[in-house]
């Protein structure tokens, strides 16, 4: 038996009622913000992701679907939606335009990870990306949404948050942990050996215990900031504090993708195991000028929808529309005409097989119907069809002409 691949997996009827529910959720919530739809072609060319996720890390370096197509094209499956949005961006000259832009999107990414428990080789994100505005406020805009649309969805996270800093202060940042680094001699993994030349920043979140043991003593970018990254920190601190939104300091919090500056930030949640983040974001103002877009600053979060998936408190399901089925034979012919009345306003589903009415009530039970409506002989004699309200318990009988007229 053919099997799907490892780490991706399908979304059958029941666990679909949840990820609708989260999108729809997700969409009003990011529509009420002033974002719009965008789409995006899940295959790009591989250079997009080089150039934005960075070489240096995981995502690129170890993770990407990428191959040759039949035209000799060098191409992968997104690890991730932002790249794709702010090519989409640059390659129709909104940049140009000026002004904000705001986009959401969700779909499909795909990491070739070692796959386990809320990890997957094909997953799910909802993200959103805001162009032209380098406002802080627009940072904690982010930080609201998801905590809007996590609270709509009665889930509980923990924020985490840091800053990156700029061009301005990460340069001297960076030799400062250099040299901190140098210091440890060979104490550190492999990994970070590499990381030192490549992207230094990214052996604070080395998962190797004897190097988190040595880079507790690491110089603290947030201890290096320059004057507007640090201003832009302590206000957006103060517009969550203002609005309620706890979080904690994680200085070593420096995000998986290179793009990143100033604000980054993770939620995270204690009650799904060991992958832990629901969703992650940041600024990141220098991108759009290195994928050959006019210089303009970005911000934006993704959220990890299978993550989400087992958290979400559902509300209750409603009893809703139509179950509609005969008693005889003869009957069903009417009971089809009857349900294409039905289906013009609300859901109706037909029963075939002819039943007896105690096996139709069961029936409209299963499919979670509000009403229960049949057609027997007597019904048929009377041009008319039988209805049971399943909430209010009532019965009636109804001339066909008058159903659903
Ligand atoms: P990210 O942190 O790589 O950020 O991914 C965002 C979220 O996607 C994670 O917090 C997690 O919930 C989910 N996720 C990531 N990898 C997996 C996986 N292998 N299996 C299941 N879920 C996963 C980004 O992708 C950025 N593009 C976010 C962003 C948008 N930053 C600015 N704009």
């Given at each position: 038996m053919i099997q799907s691949l490892r780490?991706?997996?399908?979304?059958?009827?029941?666990?679909?009622?949840?990820?609708?529910?989260?999108?729809?959720?997700?969409?009003?919530?990011?529509?009420?913000y002033g974002f719009h739809y965008i789409e995006t072609p899940l295959l790009e060319e591989t250079a997009l992701f080089k150039r934005s996720v960075g070489e240096s890390s995981d995502i690129v370096g170890k993770e990407m679907y990428q191959f040759t197509d039949k035209g000799e094209n060098d191409v992968c499956l997104r690890p991730e939606g932002t790249a794709g949005v702010v090519r989409a961006f640059v390659q129709h000259k909104l940049d140009k335009k000026g002004g904000i832009h705001r986009f959401y999107y969700h779909g499909p990414m795909f990491r070739y990870e070692r796959p386990q428990k809320g990890r997957l080789r094909e997953f799910h994100q909802f993200g959103v990306e805001s162009f032209g505005v380098a406002s802080v406020y627009e940072d904690?805009?982010?930080?609201?949404?998801?905590?809007?649309?996590?609270?709509?969805?009665?889930?509980?996270?923990?924020?985490?948050?840091?800053?990156?800093?700029?061009?301005?202060?990460?340069?001297?940042?960076?030799?400062?942990?250099?040299?901190?680094?140098?210091?440890?001699?060979?104490?550190?993994?492999?990994?970070?050996?590499?990381?030192?030349?490549?992207?230094?920043?990214?052996?604070?979140?080395?998962?190797?215990?004897?190097?988190?043991?040595?880079?507790?003593?690491?110089?603290?970018?947030?201890?290096?900031?320059?004057?507007?990254?640090?201003?832009?920190?302590?206000?957006?601190?103060?517009?969550?504090?203002?609005?309620?939104?706890?979080?904690?300091?994680?200085?070593?919090?420096?995000?998986?993708?290179?793009?990143?500056?100033?604000?980054?930030?993770?939620?995270?949640?204690?009650?799904?195991?060991?992958?832990?983040?629901?969703?992650?974001?940041?600024?990141?103002?220098?991108?759009?000028?290195?994928?050959?877009?006019?210089?303009?600053?970005?911000?934006?979060?993704?959220?990890?929808?299978?993550?989400?998936?087992?958290?979400?408190?559902?509300?209750?399901?409603?009893?809703?529309?139509?179950?509609?089925?005969?008693?005889?034979?003869?009957?069903?012919?009417?009971?089809?005409?009857?349900?294409?009345k039905v289906r013009r306003s609300t859901k109706g589903v037909v029963e075939y097989e002819p039943r007896s009415l105690k096996a139709h009530l069961k029936g409209a039970d299963r499919v979670n119907a509000r009403y229960c409506a049949v057609i027997g002989e007597n019904e048929l004699t009377q041009n008319s069809i039988w209805v049971k309200d399943l909430v209010e318990k009532t019965e009636s009988l109804i001339p066909l002409s008058d159903f659903f007229a």
């Amino acid at each position: 038996m053919i099997q799907s691949l490892r780490g991706m997996n399908d979304i059958l009827a029941d666990d679909y009622e949840r990820f609708e529910y989260f999108l729809t959720t997700a969409s009003t919530i990011a529509k009420r913000y002033g974002f719009h739809y965008i789409e995006t072609p899940l295959l790009e060319e591989t250079a997009l992701f080089k150039r934005s996720v960075g070489e240096s890390s995981d995502i690129v370096g170890k993770e990407m679907y990428q191959f040759t197509d039949k035209g000799e094209n060098d191409v992968c499956l997104r690890p991730e939606g932002t790249a794709g949005v702010v090519r989409a961006f640059v390659q129709h000259k909104l940049d140009k335009k000026g002004g904000i832009h705001r986009f959401y999107y969700h779909g499909p990414m795909f990491r070739y990870e070692r796959p386990q428990k809320g990890r997957l080789r094909e997953f799910h994100q909802f993200g959103v990306e805001s162009f032209g505005v380098a406002s802080v406020y627009e940072d904690a805009l982010m930080i609201m949404m998801i905590s809007d649309i996590l609270k709509a969805l009665g889930i509980g996270y923990r924020l985490k948050l840091n800053s990156l800093g700029d061009q301005h202060c990460m340069p001297a940042y960076r030799e400062k942990l250099v040299s901190f680094i140098e210091s440890c001699g060979d104490a550190i993994c492999g990994d970070c050996v590499r990381r030192k030349s490549t992207n230094p920043i990214r052996v604070l979140d080395c998962k190797n215990e004897t190097c988190q043991s040595l880079y507790v003593n690491a110089p603290k970018l947030i201890d290096n900031l320059c004057g507007e990254c640090q201003n832009d920190f302590d206000t957006l601190k103060q517009i969550l504090d203002n609005h309620a939104i706890a979080y904690e300091i994680d200085t070593n919090l420096v995000r998986g993708l290179d793009y990143y500056s100033k604000t980054a930030f993770e939620f995270v949640s204690d009650n799904i195991g060991s992958q832990s983040a629901i969703a992650g974001g940041g600024r990141y103002d220098r991108l759009i000028e290195f994928l050959d877009g006019k210089p303009t600053p970005a911000v934006g979060f993704a959220l990890g929808i299978e993550r989400l998936m087992e958290l979400i408190v559902m509300p209750e399901a409603q009893r809703e529309g139509y179950y509609l089925g005969a008693l005889d034979p003869e009957a069903i012919q009417s009971v089809l005409l009857a349900a294409e009345k039905v289906r013009r306003s609300t859901k109706g589903v037909v029963e075939y097989e002819p039943r007896s009415l105690k096996a139709h009530l069961k029936g409209a039970d299963r499919v979670n119907a509000r009403y229960c409506a049949v057609i027997g002989e007597n019904e048929l004699t009377q041009n008319s069809i039988w209805v049971k309200d399943l909430v209010e318990k009532t019965e009636s009988l109804i001339p066909l002409s008058d159903f659903f007229a």
